[in-house]
């Protein structure tokens, strides 16, 4: 039976994923400030799983696609996906890709192969377990990245992707980030499992465990099941264990469930603190150098957010566009009516 060896990183792309860690860490922390201001509304971090997020999406090539869940939109940045978009679709402005049709954080791009997520969770799962089988039968050589937290196991859609793409050997895998909280409900609320990656024997394809803030690790083990993939092998499942070290989201009161020691405990095991020690133990970088790049990431961060709030807001009238190839005769006519009616005014 063929094995699928991952392909080490070297120097040079591990420097690449952790200057995409430390990015969606710095912007993280400003757009959290930001939602405090009342300036976007909603908002969730990947904050202490960014080794995950980053280090996946790293082992695909740019064919591939990405369908993420709620902490994985920062993917898009390292696959070329440029910031002002990104941050527009936070404002929900005329720069914003969904035109302000989407809540904030759910930001989607065809020019780097990544659909939004939907705030309904697991839906995902099944479109992209859809979109690598039908990539197969176009005889592409694609590889589908399916995303998904531990809470998305408890849905039904989890295991209709599951079982059809073990059936139908679809070149997708599947990256469960388990961070251990649904919102409030502890993973062993979730399931009486050992470990999550065992659900993919009983659908008949690999499923494996693996250190979730340890970006090689991350990275090792998604190369091995994309090489697997794109070879015709079939799906694999990738269990990276976590932990989420924030709230839910903008909305949620973590300190009512967590317990503080546990958060402490794996805050220690902060993935982008473990990656800078140890690309600083291989002599390949230094503090100056991690000061500067942060300065760089800020300033950069702080330019792309000037301009992505100041874009003006979106033409009402654009609600009509998109809904069907060509407009019939009934939106037509709504949309004249539209423009003829008289604006309010925001004073
Ligand atoms: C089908 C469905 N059920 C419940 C919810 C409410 N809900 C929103 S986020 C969430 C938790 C998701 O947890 P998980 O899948 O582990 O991802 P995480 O947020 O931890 O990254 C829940 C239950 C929802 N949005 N959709």
Request: charged letters at 20%.
């Amino acid at each position: 039976m063929a094995t699928f060896e991952p392909t080490p990183l070297t120097q040079a792309p591990l420097l690449a994923v952790y200057r995409a860690m430390l990015q969606s860490r710095l912007m993280d922390e400003r757009l959290v400030s930001l939602q405090r201001q009342g300036r976007i509304g909603f908002y969730g971090t990947g904050m202490g799983q960014e080794a995950t997020c980053i280090a996946s999406a790293f082992a695909l090539r740019p064919t591939d696609w990405l369908f993420p869940g709620l902490r994985e939109n920062a993917a898009m940045l390292l696959r070329g996906y440029p910031l002002v978009p990104y941050l527009a679709q936070l404002f929900g402005n005329s720069g914003d890709e969904a035109k302000g049709r989407q809540m904030p954080a759910h930001q989607f791009s065809r020019r780097v192969n990544q659909v939004s997520w939907s705030s309904c969770i697991g839906t995902q799962l099944p479109q992209a377990v859809g979109a690598a089988w039908a990539a197969r039968r176009k005889g592409h050589d694609t590889v589908v990245l399916a995303c998904l937290g531990d809470g998305a196991t408890s849905t039904g859609d989890f295991h209709a992707a599951m079982n059809f793409a073990g059936v139908l050997q679809a070149p997708a895998v599947f990256l469960c980030q388990n961070n251990h909280w649904s919102i409030s409900l502890h993973i062993s609320q979730q399931t009486k499992s050992e470990t999550l990656a065992l659900k993919a024997s009983a659908y008949g394809f690999p499923g494996v465990r693996v250190d979730g803030n340890d970006a090689e690790a991350v990275y090792a083990a998604t190369s091995a099941a994309v090489a697997r993939a794109r070879a015709g092998a079939g799906p694999s499942f990738i269990e990276a264990v976590t932990y989420r070290v924030g709230p839910h989201s903008s909305s949620d009161d973590p300190t009512l469930y967590q317990d503080a020691q546990e958060v402490e405990a794996w805050r220690a095991k902060d993935p982008l603190e473990r990656l800078r020690a140890r690309l600083i133990e291989r002599a390949a970088w230094d503090t100056a150098r991690d000061e500067a790049l942060r300065a760089e990431l800020l300033s950069e961060l702080n330019a792309a957010l000037l301009e992505a709030e100041a874009l003006p807001p979106v033409p009402p009238e654009s609600l009509f566009d998109d809904v069907y190839a060509e407009e019939p005769w009934h939106l037509a006519e709504q949309r004249r009516e539209f423009l003829r009616a008289p604006r309010g005014t925001t004073d």
